[in-house]
């Protein structure tokens, strides 16, 4: 695509109406200004609620990807793993890894064989459904499911499997990119297949690569997919001088490569209680399954009744009713961090109180593209029209003129739209929103998280009582301060 064909065809529309031009221009450049006025600080926390760290006593981490940052080359670990574990035609072993293809929190439809990004009204958004590696047109898409619209039911079913799934896990970028490999080799090479079977031997293939990437994450490999990660030590350091509990629950087996990578031998001394093989959401939601106790020398876990905690030791399994009734803590002066909103976050937000913070590696590449040139000039190209849009259209309804005018807009402000989108990812966009609407990750994002950001050490750069305060966002009904500032 050009990327200015579309503005060009209306900029040569506009020009025969000198008023609208100049109105545009106007639009644009105080748009670009109040954009470039700040740049969005890659190393922020973002509140979703209120929370103020002066309450909190006790901090909780998950491990992979909330204390432990990986390197892309973690995802290609992952893609060749779990190609090698399918059994599926040699040709697929083949196929490389694409990082670029995916982004989280894309949906599958489970019976179409479809990859495809769901705002949070549960809109398909058009231009990003794909089979295998091929975009599917938007007539195919209407055709497949009508209004575009997808129901709660096929995501979430009451009494049966899902038709339809998000691939929101730590796993789900690589994962998604073999779906979309196996599928394009499978349709290029007119072999038959059934979607769902393909959908699940790829997710029993990535579960069963779990135990044997840990395996493989020993003291050697370590450096080659973590990241030494020199202010994590700064940061819990910081956190024990404040007096403030630590304690780590991870679904990993033990393995202490990586902290003792990133932190040294002496890691486990910064924490209160340590828990693996935790089995979250189980972990949250069951209430009977007892600790164990692990035995760190001889890899063994052991059979007596764990009724308290001991800091040196390692406890595995247990439920988070237990482990409340052990410490006597309470929850709403717990802090968690977890990078999975679901198995992390969802349920110590709905049924326990605990305070949340979310860690969204993605998040660091998403605000480096929003505070770019490109950026800029395409979302305040993009504005001007659509203010243009809501501006005039009424009068531009009245004649043949004003309506060819308004075509020419409308189809401007598709191309600008798509522009805009492919800044993130070229094929579905930003993980966080669609055109104008937030993703289903985001929206559940902000539901389950009362804090997020890229890397849990960004809070060094805030004191331990920070009071984090959301932004008061405007609703549609009430008065904006943009479109105050925009009137002329
Ligand atoms: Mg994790």
Redesign the pocket.
Known sequence: MSSDCGVNRSLKTLSNYPQLIQHYDYLKSVIKGKINESTVDVNGVYPNNELNLADIEIYGF?????LAVYKESIDYLIYNLVSKVLQYPIGIHQLDYVPEFAIRGLHYDIENGLLMKIDSFHQIQKGSVYRGITKISDKEVEKIYGDLYISQSLIRPENSYPKMKQLID?FSVPEICLLANVTEYFNQNNISYHPEILFYDVQNAVQSIHPLMHGMLDEEKIKDYLQNHPQLQEFLLRLKKANKKMFLI??SPYNDCGMKYMIGDGWTDLFDLIIVHARKPKFFVQEHRPFRQYHRETDCHLWEQVTKFEKDKVYMEGTVKQLLEITGWKGNNILYF???IYS?LADLTLYHGWRTGAVIKELEKEINTLNSEDFAEAISELQAIQQLIEEHQKRMENDARGKDLLKCLLHDRDLLRKRTKELFNPQFGSIFRTHHNPTYFSRRLFRYSDIYTAQVTNLLNYSVNHLFCPRRGFLPHERSVTSKFLEK
């Open positions: 998950d491990y992979d990807y909330t730590l991870t679904n977890g990078d999975q992390d």
